[in-house]
């Protein structure tokens, strides 16, 4: 029998290695692409590489993706490009808008080369943070026109989608691998692994979501299992 | 008056630069974006920026997207995944498909940078050479999903979309830019300005499209004037 074959779009956090944990159980064949925009710590790039080999994935690309850099404000400016207003508080100058549609559409690509038929990403519309490209609307906009574009059925699968963190908690819980989520994938936004800083936004949402769901094991549990197919 | 602002997906070659001519029309403020992917002649890079210069461009982004040869199969057999059966004759095996998926994207997000509405490509269903992401069914649908992406209205605009080669030089000749399309712009896969090597694919087609026109210049600019509103 043919081996179904899946691109995990994994950065070594809790959704993308929520997802891979996921992905286990409905594919033999996974491959994981990283996206190295060079702002993250190298960190984040050293616990994607662990973790993706620990959890069995075929094969993983660490993906440059520097250009973006080359498209932030900041970088424009030099091509004499008049500085918009003041950016909006707590995004960096060099957060570039449209940065999910670049990593969805190069993980199609990725996809199509080594004939993965589906692309999962951990993109979810609860907690979007008001970032567009991260809600189901566009994510199946955008996979039809890459259907279209590429002449091949790849799909889009979003495991989380309409998951809050308690119930990722629960799912990562389901598939016996709570711990491994707590304590070896990076979400902080100051590089530390597993419990993190403590102190960032990240951090806090996070640990909320555990503790909301150990509070309250059974009914998350359940919640969980009337949104996705466990 | 707000200046009318838009982004040309810009190469150099015949179809791009009579985009742009056609564009100086339309908008007063063009921003250029050319993609470096390392393959191609430096020739054709350094053509392109002497004619989005000349042509009066605002800005010239020169984006190295050298990251669609590590997606390359070539490149991904390095995590050793098997290399797929033989390519099509002709394609090397460098060629990357969904690449145009890629290059509307980034132009989208720099015309998102620069505050742009419009991104202007010189897709052509009529002689797509066989790449899906160069019909008319796949921009739209690309177009959608980042409306929806960026949540910004950025339109694409496919001037060449529905003409033949000598339709495109009959649509220069209008712009009264026959002449610097023919000697200036660079097509041929041999690097060569104006005529080019004249033996390539390229070269043919280009000549090919020239000669139809000038036997017939009269039919060809009417049949133009029935699909583009000039």
């Given at each position: 029998m043919e081996k179904k074959k899946a691109v995990v779009v994994y950065s070594g956090g809790q959704d993308s290695t929520t997802c891979l944990i996921h992905a286990r159980h409905f594919y033999d064949d996974i491959h994981c692409i990283t996206f190295d925009y060079g702002q993250r710590h190298r960190a984040e790039i050293d616990v994607a590489r662990e973790?993706?080999?620990?959890?069995?994935?075929?094969?993983?690309?660490?993906?440059?993706?520097g250009l973006l850099n080359e498209l932030a404000i900041s970088s424009l400016t030099r091509d004499n490009i008049p500085i918009p207003t003041q950016t909006e508080e707590?995004?960096?100058?060099?957060?570039?808008?449209?940065?999910?549609?670049l990593f969805l559409t190069l993980a199609a690509?990725?996809?199509?080369?080594?004939?993965?038929?589906?692309?999962?990403?951990?993109?979810?519309?609860t907690d979007f943070s008001g970032y567009?490209?991260?809600?189901?609307?566009?994510?199946?906009?955008?996979?039809?026109?890459?259907?279209?574009?590429?002449?091949?059925?790849?799909?889009?699968?979003?495991?989380?989608?309409?998951?809050?963190?308690?119930?990722?908690?629960?799912?990562?819980?389901?598939?016996?691998?709570?711990?491994?989520?707590?304590?070896?994938?990076?979400?902080?936004?100051?590089?530390?692994?597993?419990?993190?800083?403590?102190e960032c936004a990240a951090?806090?949402?996070?640990?909320?979501?555990?503790?909301?769901?150990?509070s309250n094991r059974k009914n998350v549990m359940q919640a969980l299992q009337r949104k996705i197919n466990i």
């Open positions: 973790l993706a080999l620990k959890l069995g994935a075929t094969a993983h690309k660490v993906l440059d993706v707590g995004i960096p100058n060099t957060f570039v808008p449209g940065r999910n549609i690509i990725y996809a199509y080369q080594v004939q993965a038929d589906v692309v999962i990403t951990g993109v979810c519309e567009p490209d991260c809600r189901d609307e566009f994510v199946k906009a955008l996979n039809h026109a890459i259907v279209l574009g590429m002449a091949k059925d790849v799909r889009f699968e979003t495991p989380l989608m309409w998951l809050n963190k308690a119930e990722t908690w629960a799912l990562a819980d389901h598939w016996q691998q709570l711990s491994l989520i707590r304590d070896e994938t990076l979400t902080c936004y100051n590089g530390i692994k597993g419990a993190g800083c403590g951090c806090h949402l996070r640990r909320k979501g555990l503790e909301t769901y150990l």
